[in-house]
């Protein structure tokens, strides 16, 4: 499972994360190249965060 997540909906994108995938996920940053083709999977701003258990 991948989440991409921007500043202001990082929390809820770990409570949704770990209440379907029952364990803790990866969190990285998205790197600024990225941020332009990545959106918030809540919102339509850049994502920031890339949740994921990979």
């Not at 998205?30 to 994502?47: N, Q």
Request: hydrophobic letters at 35%; a negative charge.
């Amino acid at each position: 499972m991948k989440m991409y997540s921007c500043e202001i909906h990082i929390n809820q994108a770990l409570d949704v994360f770990v209440a379907e995938e029952e364990t803790f996920p990866i969190m990285v940053k998205v790197k600024e190249e990225e941020k332009l083709s990545t959106k918030c999977e809540y919102c339509d701003t850049p994502a920031s965060y890339l949740v994921a258990n990979e």
